[in-house]
């Protein structure tokens, strides 16, 4: 026996009959999206590593452990992109989309890569839809993405969410914070575990991301970062708020929730579903008004929301239609050759057909396209050829008729 060789861990097919699903769910979800006015962009799988040691943060867990990272033959270091905001940002300063006039919204879907413990709703090559929008400080616009994704997820059926939203400030708050989150978590260290030991004097913040119940136990009693907005931060929130309730959504302030990277600011939420285990986590975003000028670019603020489709799909209910397709029943050369002609022409018609060119009695072929679930079957033997006459039989009915080719597209369409 040859050795067979499987898929890696972490990763999975998409089978055709779940890739229905996906086809479902990338379509009511790009729709949704251009509702709101984004756009689709569409940047590489692969990056120069420092765009997400700069971006995604040093500090974060996906930077230290989780990146693909490889060298290729010219010996640059390159990253399988793990998320995709920095990939947006560095495209949007590469092609000065700034200067343009159209509205900085984006949107992609795509595979991202992450080297984490494979588990239910956790993989190593796992699909993302994200959105990003540039420029926009008003924190009405914060609102409306968290309304968004609230009637996307609406749109497909999916029920049993909460929103769960905070704020983790900015560059002048946030160092007041750190520093009494250090000596809070400096006094529980022995408690904790040994990746969290390290980031007390990393970044302490990071500890809130640890999945360990010591580390969650010692981190609830952790100062809030709400306790240390300033002013500016402080608005921010209130208002972001004001706006959720001002569209009829309802909200969780969750003080803890300050997302596993290194770059946000202000705003930060999550859509988390009670459908999923321990991987809760559907949507998850916020503000990044830094990261266009730590890349060089101009100083634009910034916003998105990535939402993990593995998950969504396991939470979204669908039945899927019945594809309405002909078979073609068909015996001995002639017949193969006038049913090939047929199909071309019910196909440029638009009808969905199937041939299969093994040789199989009548009878057989027409057991096949029961099994298959053909609406109908088109029957072409020796008399029909002669007589440029072809069978078509309802499946569902069992009515037959007769006629040419133009005749049965007639009968097919009048059905559907
Ligand atoms: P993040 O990019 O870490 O903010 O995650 C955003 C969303 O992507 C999460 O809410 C999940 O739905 C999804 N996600 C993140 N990591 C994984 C993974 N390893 N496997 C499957 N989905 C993931």
Redesign the pocket.
């Known amino acids: 026996m040859k050795k067979q060789i499987s898929a890696i861990k972490g990763t999975k097919d998409v089978l055709p009959r779940e890739a229905r699903k996906w086809q479902h769910v990338e379509a009511v979800t790009k729709r949704v999206l251009e509702l709101y006015a984004y756009k689709e962009i569409r940047t590489p799988v692969f990056e120069a590593t420092e765009l997400f040691e700069k971006g995604t943060g040093q500090t974060t867990d996906?930077v230290i452990k989780e990146m693909y990272t490889f060298k290729d033959k010219a010996g640059r270091s390159l990253t399988l992109r793990p998320?995709y905001t920095p990939s947006v940002a560095r495209s949007i300063i590469e092609n000065r989309l700034y200067l343009q006039p159209d509205p900085l919204r984006f949107y992609y879907i795509g595979p991202?890569f992450?080297y984490?413990k494979p588990q239910k709703?956790?993989?190593?090559q796992?699909h993302?839809v994200d959105i990003e929008v540039f420029g926009e400080e008003d924190p009405a616009l914060d609102a409306e993405i968290v309304e968004m994704a609230n009637y996307l997820l609406r749109e497909l059926k999916v029920s049993a969410t909460e929103n769960l939203v905070n704020s983790v400030g900015c560059k002048k708050c946030r160092p007041s914070y750190i520093k009494d989150l250090r000596s809070r978590a400096e006094e529980v260290k022995r408690d904790l575990c040994p990746d969290c030991k390290r980031k007390v004097d990393l970044n302490p913040l990071r500890i809130f991301d640890c999945k360990i119940e010591t580390c969650r136990e010692a981190a609830k009693n952790f100062p809030r970062i709400t306790d240390y907005l300033c002013q500016e931060c402080e608005d921010h929130f209130n208002r972001f708020c004001e706006y959720l309730a001002f569209y009829g959504i309802k909200y969780k302030v969750e003080p803890r929730l300050v997302?596993?990277?290194d770059y946000y600011t202000k705003t930060t939420f999550?859509v988390v579903s009670s459908k999923l285990g321990a991987?809760n986590?559907?949507?998850?975003?916020g503000r990044y008004d830094d990261m266009m000028e730590d890349f060089g670019g101009p100083d634009l603020c910034a916003i998105g929301?990535?939402?993990?489709l593995?998950?969504?799909i396991s939470v979204v209910p669908f039945t899927e239609e019945k594809g309405e397709f002909l078979y073609l029943v068909h015996l001995g050369d002639e017949s193969k050759r006038a049913g090939m002609k047929a199909v071309q022409f019910l196909r440029r018609e638009g009808v969905e057909c199937l041939i299969e060119y093994k040789e199989r009695s009548i009878k057989s072929q027409m057991s096949r396209a029961n099994k298959l679930g053909a609406a109908w079957v088109l029957i072409i033997g020796e008399e029909e050829v002669k007589e440029k006459k072809y069978k078509l039989k309802n499946m569902a009915s069992g009515l037959q008729v007769e006629g040419t080719q133009g005749e049965i597209l007639k009968i097919i369409r009048e059905s559907s």
Do not use: T
């Open positions: 996906i998320e991202m992450r984490d709703g956790r993989y190593r796992f993302q997302r596993g990277i999550e991987q986590a559907l949507i998850g975003g929301f990535a939402m993990g593995e998950r969504l």
